[in-house]
């Protein structure tokens, strides 16, 4: 009865409601709900407060699944999928038959190497274009696959930054304006000239800041050197990689959403409304360097907030009226596990990386190593550290996922949902781990499923997810990298799931909702605005839509 109803919303609202003539989503990569509302006393009158006092704001937008990772969100703020039903289950997987990682956004088979190949579903894009002749959809961000999931598989074009260039560019799977980026590229140098600093601006006062943030010196060593940045203001930059580690990476990608709109006449044409997806990458760079209790990070929303600013003020002046603007994240962030500690929080990370092929159990990291010994023991295996990897259980981690070495089962004669559920069981005798699921377990029907395995069964798919799925507390995060250093997202916990849902602009209505919802929603959400059907079953229309 629900479907039944928004469909008819759908195809009702072009004969009541005119459409926006561009629609511009952007998502701030890594970007917490909370920050509105721990810096809103700081915020511009025209940048998110824009959409939270003059628009919609949802104070409750939560993924419901668990990979919280930058390619499934961006595939699901574009398709209104999760990623069970879009196949974007993390950034990487790995193809069982090559026995290779695949990335999320990968084509071997394009000059540029990028393409939405790997998207399964529908996105908005592609329903707008199936259905509006004339409508274009273009993505741009500073990261490929933010741009890519985002605009769809029949998008007119996506673009993404290549700081080697240094410039933007595109792949052979889209018709790319190169004129355009001919004329775009070469004003980018000019852009490091204006920020070779990174300074501490004074949007907030410092008294406040020591409450706002917690950033001691003494825990600084646990952030991520990234070049010459450094882990404390004032931040040196020296190249444009650097750049885009800092909020002005974000400068980049609006002045060329900008040229986009200017050169591809977005928004001119009242009988085929144009979309555009703006992905702000540069504040999960600098996000998992600094960490969310950072005064990078405090710095990084305040510039943010004022880019955006600006960038309405431009598409006010163009389209006075005649667009509308959604704002959400792809994901959240959990604190550095030793700043959470040290605000006395439980908190620390969990090791499971890759070895090297040669390696040893003894070279295993030390996560790593009790899980395989765990799991062995219960499977009556008898290992030592002198056993070499290729004798392990798991021949391949990627987060959240542990893959298995099917020739050491298949030599051993073993029993692979007896293996599964010996990892499986192993993992959650370890510090920091939240509970596991066999694919088994999740390929099966249970109508009594706890909100953690509802949560990673959307996050599913047999084929290209592990043979064991792993999840942390809240706290603990996957260690990535040879230091203690940086943080990182990708749980069920509310820091990694809730995130801002905003919007403005022509049949937006004005208010604020406290009721539980997903970005997921978004897709449907516009389709009702340029009257086409998109988005999940599961999903729905959002209230602040007009009538």
Request: charged content about 25%; glycine content about 8%.
């Amino acid at each position: 009865m629900l479907k039944r109803t928004i469909l008819l919303l759908v195809i009702a609202l072009p004969l009541s409601a005119k459409p926006p003539d561009l629609i511009v989503v952007i998502s701030v990569d890594q970007f917490r709900y909370e920050y509105l509302t721990r810096f809103a006393p700081y915020l511009s009158d025209g940048g998110f407060n824009r959409a939270i006092k003059h628009g919609a704001n949802f104070t409750r937008a939560l993924y419901p699944y668990a990979v919280t990772y930058t390619g499934p969100g961006h595939a699901a703020i574009g398709t209104g999928h999760v990623p069970a039903r879009s196949g974007i289950v993390a950034n990487t997987w790995l193809d069982r038959t090559t026995a290779t990682p695949v990335y999320c956004a990968e084509d071997k088979r394009v000059v540029g190497g990028y393409s939405p190949l790997n998207l399964d579903s529908d996105s908005l894009g592609d329903r707008l274009q199936e259905k509006v002749a004339g409508s274009k959809v273009i993505g741009v961000a500073l990261k490929d696959r933010a741009a890519i999931l985002m605009a769809g598989r029949k998008a007119t074009t996506a673009y993404w930054f290549d700081p080697k260039m240094p410039g933007f560019t595109s792949s052979s799977y889209y018709h790319a304006n190169r004129t355009m980026l001919n004329a775009f590229n070469p004003s980018v140098p000019a852009v490091l000239t204006q920020h070779h600093e990174w300074t501490q601006s004074t949007f907030i006062p410092t008294t406040d800041l020591a409450r706002l943030t917690h950033d001691p010196v003494s825990l600084r060593k646990y952030k991520t050197r990234h070049g010459n940045l450094g882990v404390e203001f004032p931040h040196p930059i020296t190249n444009i990689d650097e750049l885009t580690f800092t909020p002005f990476g974000n400068d980049l990608v609006i002045a060329f959403a900008e040229r986009i709109i200017d050169d591809e006449h977005l928004g001119t044409d009242d009988a085929a409304p144009d979309l555009l997806f703006v992905g702000l990458s540069s504040q999960d760079y600098l996000g998992h360097a600094y960490g969310p209790d950072s005064l990078e990070v405090a710095d990084s929303v305040m510039r943010t907030d004022r880019q955006l600013e600006e960038f309405f003020n431009w598409l006010d002046q163009k389209f006075s009226g005649r667009y509308t603007v959604a704002i959400t994240a792809d994901h959240g962030v959990q604190s550095i596990p030793e700043v959470a500690r040290d605000l006395g929080r439980d908190a620390g990370r969990v090791d499971f990386q890759n070895p090297k092929k040669n390696a040893t159990f003894a070279d295993l990291a030390p996560d790593r190593r009790q899980l395989e010994k765990l799991a062995a023991k219960n499977l009556r295996l008898k290992v030592t550290d002198k056993t070499p990897v290729t004798d392990a259980l798991v021949s391949y981690f990627e987060e959240p996922a542990l893959y298995l070495n099917w020739p050491r089962l298949a030599a051993a004669h073993l029993d692979s949902d007896r293996v599964k559920r010996a990892l499986r069981d192993a993992a959650k005798q370890i510090r920091g781990i939240r509970t596991a699921f066999t694919s088994s377990d999740l390929i099966a029907v249970d109508p009594n499923s706890s909100d953690i395995e509802t949560a990673m069964r959307l996050s599913f798919r047999a084929d290209r997810s592990g043979d064991v799925l792993v999840t942390l507390k809240p706290g603990y995060i996957w260690k990535y990298s040879n230091g203690d250093n940086g943080t990182t997202h990708g749980q069920a916990v509310d820091d990694d799931q809730h995130v801002p849902l905003l919007l403005f602009g022509r049949g937006i209505a004005e208010g604020t909702w406290s009721d539980e919802v997903a970005p997921t929603f978004l897709a449907k959400t516009i389709g009702a605005l340029v009257g086409v059907y998109a988005g999940g079953t599961e999903t729905r229309v959002l209230p602040c839509v007009k009538p």
